[in-house]
């Protein structure tokens, strides 16, 4: 008897046990993913298909994510066959023509959607933007063009800083905010995405450099702990973690180094307010 009430306290406590364990891991609902809205929808003329251009945000200058869904212009049935898609953004200031960076298209099976990104270097007040994306289908051979062209607006906050290195006056980077886009009080992962504009057409990303940041509230004359500089994670990407202890006006100051440890810029920041 004495046994079977020893099990059944083992029994009880390991169920408990089990029980509040549950509990304390129940993970947080994942946050909804940002709605996704058409900014332009065009016919691939050569093709037979035509393209639908979405993202999440109205095209801003800054670093933009880009859906592209590919359709049979006919029945209107999503493509979702062997293509290539190549995207060519062009900004036309009447005395000169520019591009921007971009970062290729790639096929994504589950949403059957093409995403690439794109960071739009001006907004359409100094000139008009067309975005030239070229389809091949490689089951026909068909190649198609579509343009598109629309607004891109100046955010409300500047996701978008540039510089001219100290040490080289032909060197001019740019650097993106790609998160927080939505930040919390406390440690945020902060990204971004650093292009150097090599020529007129040629924007490539720049793996080599080093980034230190220092987040402050300006209006309150205070910093935080535990921030983690960005290192470079791929393609020009660099994370790290920005820790934001209250809400408000935060400028993260970055000093940017080249690859031998020489300062380049000590005087790089961007602000993000919540
Ligand atoms: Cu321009």
Redesign the pocket.
Known sequence: MKQIFTYFIAATLLFGLANCDKETTEPDPPAPAPEKTLVGEEFAIGSGLKIQYHATEDPFVGYNKIYLTVKDSVTGNVVSGDLNIMIMPM?D?GMMM?SCPTEAVEYNSDTKEFIGAITY??PST??TWTITTTVTDNGTGLTGVAVFDFEVVEPEEVQLTSFISDLDPTAKFFISLITPKDPQVGENDFEIIINRKASMMDWPYEPYLTVEIDPQMPSMNHGSPNNVNPTHIGDGHYKGVTNFTMTGWWRVNMVIKDGEGNIIKDDVYLDITF
Do not use: D
């Open positions: 900004m200031m520019h270097v001006m100094a000139g």
